[in-house]
């Protein structure tokens, strides 16, 4: 019933925008103990009459941005006595209200009716929360060996951002009727990454978080999971209604792997980023399950793919490379692999002096790449965007 509600919304944001959302799981496989729908995580209703004098006895946490009051805890009053009464729908802390005598999304008048209304019809939704969310993600993460994927998803996101709106045109790329979903850079993404989230996304989104915020944090609980640096995920990033709200093109936006130092300055530099912060930037190449690869080189960048650590910057200095270029084709090769490969955009980390001293440098200290990871990749995920708040 709770996904249902969700889609409602979905749908109905879908038709009026006429907009084509990608709309079931492509066929990604998923490896055994992959995060299953959320069956077991649902929605329940809750009667409580305060005509009798009692109180309420139920704690959430107002936010004014979100659609959701998340249960704090339980306080005794008429919230206990319905837990007594109904063990197999027992009001919890992780919970969240979705629904207040049929008012649901504007969480002001929700609390208003709490505090106002005799009877309340309560709808609501089990471990929904950030916490819950954040352990959902974890595990996609550890049970699909998937964090590469969803790093480069955030990273692809944030790079198309519309200069000078004050906001993004964010995760235009789940449509399928043009914009970003069609670009070559993120080959794989609309269909890969996405299909992997769709079960949280399907759960959170819209009620608890926005496509782009989840990616942005998808990506943060894969860095940490992969022992990476922890970051932290600010939120607040709109999602596109239409693939008409995404940039035009990628030109000028993203990378191309198969260019060298000029392209990644004209690139990083216009987004605010010095030589030193596209070489920290640089060292995020963790490579994804080999089945789960879209473009695809015949080998992986680093010979512990799925560890977030500074062996990328070793690696390029230690071995000589002819660079892949990104054209090649798909592979069957990925992670695992015992060729490790470059493209000319790696290589150029070595080949000018300027990257090359800071190569240098993450490659003998790890703790200051991340560091300088960390710093780089918080402002290129929040970049263009205004008014994000710390808290889900
Ligand atoms: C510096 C310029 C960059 C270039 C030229 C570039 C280009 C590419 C290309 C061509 C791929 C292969 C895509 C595929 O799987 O088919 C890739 C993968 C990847 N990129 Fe980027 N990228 C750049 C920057 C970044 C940044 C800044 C990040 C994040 C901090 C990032 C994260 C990733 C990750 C994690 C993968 C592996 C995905 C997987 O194996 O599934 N990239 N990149």
Known sequence: MGNQACCAVKDSEANQTGNAELSKAEAVPVLDGGIKASKEEPIYEVMLDKSTGGKLGLDVDYMAERRVLPVMCITGGLAEQWNQNNPDKQISKGDSLISVNGIKGDVAVMLERCKTEKVLNLILAKKFNYDHLVADIENLVTTQGCGAILIRLSCNDAGVYKEGQGGCSNAAMRFTDGGESKFAANAGLPTVALSLLRPISDKYVPDLISHADL???????????????????????????????????????????????????????????????IVALSGRRTTGRKDLATSGFDGAWTEQPLKFDNSYYKELLAKTYTPETTSKGCSQNRHGASRTIMLASDKALVDDSTFKLHTESYANDQASWFNDFGLAWKKLQENGHVGLRDVL
């Not at 209604?241 to 990644?264: I, M, T, Y």
């Open 215 to 277: 990616w942005a944090l998808s990506s943060n609980v894969a860095i940490r999971v992969m022992s990476g640096p922890t970051i932290t995920t600010r939120f607040g990033r709109p999602d596109a209604k239409s693939s008409a709200e995404g940039v035009s093109g990628q030109e000028g936006r993203l990378p191309d792997g198969d260019k060298g130092a000029d392209h990644l300055r004209s690139i990083f530099h216009a987004k605010g980023f010095d030589d030193k912060a």
